[in-house]
C-alpha cells in the first residue's frame, strides 16, 4: 500500500521546471557584440572592393526601382480594370428585387462604367463568345468590339476568372483586351463583360523615366510581350509598332536572371558582344516583362569620391544591423507568438490545446508552465461538466435542493427526518377521467407532461419543492429542506401563478385538443416530518403528517379553478391575498372541523 501510495503521489506530481540554458541576457550580449564587430569587418571589405561594387550596388538598384516603378504603372490600371470590371459583372448577375424591370440592371451598370476610373465602356458578351451589348460612357467611343470573343480567351475566363489579350494597336494608343466572367452565386457563367484597357499611361510614364534616369540611352528602359514584341518604349513609333525586338538573344539573357519571374537584375553579354548590366521585371497579370539594360562601360564610368564611399559604408553598416536585428527579433517573435496564440486559445476555454517551445529560456519555461495550467484546467472542466451531469440527471428524481445538498454532501442519506412547519400544495386536474375518455393516452400523457412541466417550473420559481406527482395531481412543499420565512406567502404566489397561466395554456389546449384543463387547488400550513422515507436500498425525500391530508382534502372539496386554503395559511400569509370565506368544513380522518377560506384570483 505504501509503495502503491508513492507511486500515486509522483504521477500526480508536477513536472520538473526545465532549466535555463540559454538565458535571454546572454543572447543580448551577443546580439550587441554583433552589431558592433561585424559593421567594422563590412567597413574594411567594402573600402577594399568599393570602386566596382558600389557603383554596381547603386546602378542596380535604381535599375531595380525604375523596373519596379514601371512594373507598377502596368499593373495597377489592369488590375484596376480587372476590379471595376468585375463590379459591372456582380452588378449585372446579381438578383434585382421583385418588381424591378431588367433596365435597371442595365442603368445600374452603366453607372458604374461612368464613375470607374480608367474604364470607359464595357462590352456584354454571352457565355459562348457571342456579342451582346456596349456599356459605355457618354461621349466616348470604344474600339469596335469582335462579334464572337476568341475561343482562347473565352477558355482562359472560364478557368481563371480573367483573360488578357495580346496587345493591339487603335489609333495613337497600343491597347489589350480585359476580360472577366458574369457568374450568378453558386452558378455557372452566364456572359463575359470585356473592355479595351489603354496603355498611353503607361507610354507616357516609360517616356518620364528615360529622361530622368537614363536621358542619354534612348534604349534603356523598354516593356516586351511574350513574343518579344515592344508594347512601350521611349521611341512611342516602336511601340505603336508593335515592333520585335532585334536582340533576342539579349532579352534571353536578360530573362535568365529570373528563374522564378520574380525582380532579379545581372550582368550578361549583348548580341554584338558588350558587356550589359540589366534587371527585368516579369509581370504577374500578364506574360509581359519590363527590361533596363545599359552597357557596363557607361555604368561604371564615374569612379566614386570619399564621401559616397562613407556613405555606402554607413548604409551597407545599417542594412547588416537591421537584417541581424531582424534575425534576432523573428528567434524571440516566433515564440512568443506561439505563447500568445496559445493564450488566446485559453481564453477560448479550449484547454485541451498544448505548446511546447525549445529555444531553452524563461520562454520555454513560462510554455511549460502554461501547458501545466492547461492540463489542471482540462481536468477541472471534465469534473465540473461531470458534477452538473450528476446534477442535471438526480434533478429528475429528486428536488432541486436536495440534489445541491447531497453534491455538497450536506444531505443526510439515513432514512428518518425532522420536524419542521411546512406549507403544503396539492394541485389535481378536476374532470381528468373524461378526459381520458375523450383523449387517447399518448395526447393525455402530452398534455399531462406540457402541464406538469409549467407548473414544476411555477414551483421551482417560488422556491419550493416538487414531492411527488400522483396520476393527474401535483404535490409540492415549502420551508423544506431550506428553511423559508415566508413559506405560506410562496406557496399562494405560486397557485395564483398556476391558474393564470391556465388562461393562457387553454387557448392552445382547446384548439389543438378541444378540451380546456381545470385545476383544484388546495393548501394547508402545519407540522410535518420532512425527511428521507423508504428502505436503505431505495427512499424519497418527503413530508408525512396531518398537514399533508388536509392539504389533499382541501384539493378534493374544491371546486375547478378555486383555490381553498387554511386559516393557520391565511393567518401565516398577513392577509397578504384577497380571500373570502368559505366555511367550516368537516374533513375526512380530522375530528376538529377546519375554517377554510378561498383565494380570490
Request: glycine content about 4%; aromatic content about 6%.
Amino acid at each position: 500500500m505504501a509503495n502503491t501510495a508513492q507511486k500515486t503521489d509522483k504521477e500526480h506530481a508536477s513536472p520538473q521546471r526545465p532549466r535555463v540554458l540559454f538565458p535571454l541576457w546572454l543572447k543580448v550580449l551577443t546580439l550587441t557584440t554583433a552589431l558592433a564587430v561585424l559593421p567594422a569587418l563590412v567597413l574594411g571589405l567594402v573600402l577594399l572592393k568599393f570602386k566596382t561594387a558600389s557603383q554596381e550596388l547603386s546602378v542596380r538598384q535604381l535599375m531595380l526601382a525604375v523596373t519596379s516603378e514601371l512594373a507598377q504603372s502596368v499593373e495597377v490600371p489592369l488590375e484596376s480594370a480587372q476590379q471595376n470590371l468585375e463590379a459591372v459583372s456582380q452588378t449585372l448577375s446579381r438578383p434585382l428585387p421583385d418588381g424591378l424591370p431588367q433596365e435597371v440592371r442595365l442603368e445600374m451598370a452603366q453607372i458604374q462604367v461612368a464613375t470607374s476610373i480608367g474604364l470607359d465602356h464595357a462590352i456584354v458578351y454571352t457565355a459562348d463568345g457571342g456579342f451582346l451589348d456596349v456599356i459605355k460612357e457618354q461621349g466616348t467611343t470604344p474600339p469596335e468590339p469582335p462579334k464572337m470573343l476568341p475561343p482562347k480567351m473565352l477558355e482562359a475566363v472560364r478557368s481563371k476568372n480573367v483573360a488578357f489579350s495580346d496587345p493591339f494597336v487603335e489609333g495613337q494608343a497600343v491597347r489589350l483586351w480585359v476580360a472577366v466572367p458574369v457568374r450568378p452565386p453558386n452558378k455557372d457563367i452566364t456572359g463575359v463583360v470585356v473592355s479595351a484597357i489603354s496603355l498611353a499611361t503607361l507610354q507616357t510614364h516609360l517616356e518620364e523615366l528615360q529622361d530622368t534616369h537614363y536621358p542619354e540611352d534612348r534604349d534603356a528602359v523598354y516593356v516586351v510581350d511574350a513574343n518579344s514584341r515592344l508594347v512601350a518604349h521611349p521611341d512611342p513609333a516602336e511601340a505603336l509598332a508593335l515592333k520585335k525586338r532585334k536582340d533576342s538573344a539579349t532579352l534571353a539573357d536578360v530573362a535568365q536572371l529570373s528563374s522564378s519571374r520574380a525582380l532579379s537584375s545581372g550582368e550578361f553579354i549583348s548580341t554584338d558582344g558588350r558587356p550589359m548590366v540589366g534587371a527585368i521585371k516579369p509581370l504577374t497579370t500578364v506574360p509581359w516583362s519590363v527590361v533596363v539594360q545599359q552597357p557596363q562601360a557607361e555604368v561604371y564610368r564615374e569612379i566614386q569620391d570619399t564621401q559616397r564611399l562613407t556613405l555606402w559604408v554607413v548604409l551597407a553598416a545599417i542594412f547588416v544591423s537591421v537584417v541581424t536585428a531582424l534575425a534576432f527579433v523573428q528567434t524571440l517573435a516566433r515564440p512568443i507568438a506561439r505563447l500568445m496564440a496559445f493564450a488566446q486559445a485559453l481564453a477560448g476555454r479550449r484547454f485541451e490545446e498544448r505548446v511546447e517551445i525549445n529555444t531553452r529560456d524563461e520562454l520555454a519555461v513560462l510554455g511549460s508552465v502554461l501547458s501545466n495550467a492547461a492540463a489542471d484546467l482540462e481536468a477541472s472542466e471534465d469534473q465540473l461538466r461531470q458534477e452538473a451531469a450528476i446534477r442535471s440527471d438526480l434533478g429528475r428524481y429528486l428536488p432541486r435542493e436536495v440534489v445541491e445538498r447531497v453534491v455538497r454532501r450536506e444531505q443526510e442519506m439515513t432514512l428518518g427526518g425532522q420536524r419542521r412547519q411546512i406549507t403544503v400544495l396539492f394541485a389535481d386536474v378536476v374532470g381528468f377521467t373524461p378526459m381520458t375518455e375523450e383523449l387517447g393516452a399518448e395526447e393525455i400523457v402530452g398534455l399531462l407532461n406540457e402541464l406538469f412541466t409549467i407548473m414544476t417550473e411555477i414551483v421551482f420559481r417560488h422556491q419550493g419543492t416538487v414531492d411527488k406527482f400522483i396520476g393527474d395531481c401535483l404535490m409540492a412543499f415549502w420551508n423544506a429542506p431550506t428553511e423559508q420565512p415566508d413559506h405560506a406567502e410562496l406557496a399562494v404566489a405560486a397557485a395564483e401563478d398556476m391558474m393564470r397561466f391556465l388562461e393562457v395554456g387553454n387557448a392552445g389546449w382547446e384548439e389543438r385538443h378541444g378540451l380546456r384543463v381545470q385545476l383544484a387547488i388546495g393548501i394547508h400550513t402545519g407540522e410535518a416530518v420532512v425527511g428521507n422515507v423508504g428502505s436503505e436500498s431505495r427512499m424519497a425525500y418527503t413530508a408525512i403528517g396531518e398537514v399533508v391530508n388536509v392539504a389533499a382534502r382541501l384539493e378534493a372539496i374544491a371546486r375547478p379553478q378555486q383555490i381553498l386554503i387554511t386559516e393557520a395559511t391565511a393567518t401565516a400569509t398577513d392577509d397578504l391575498f384577497e380571500t373570502m370565506p368559505f366555511g367550516t368544513r368537516k374533513l375526512t380522518a380530522r375530528s376538529e372541523d377546519v375554517l377554510v377560506f378561498e383565494v380570490v384570483v
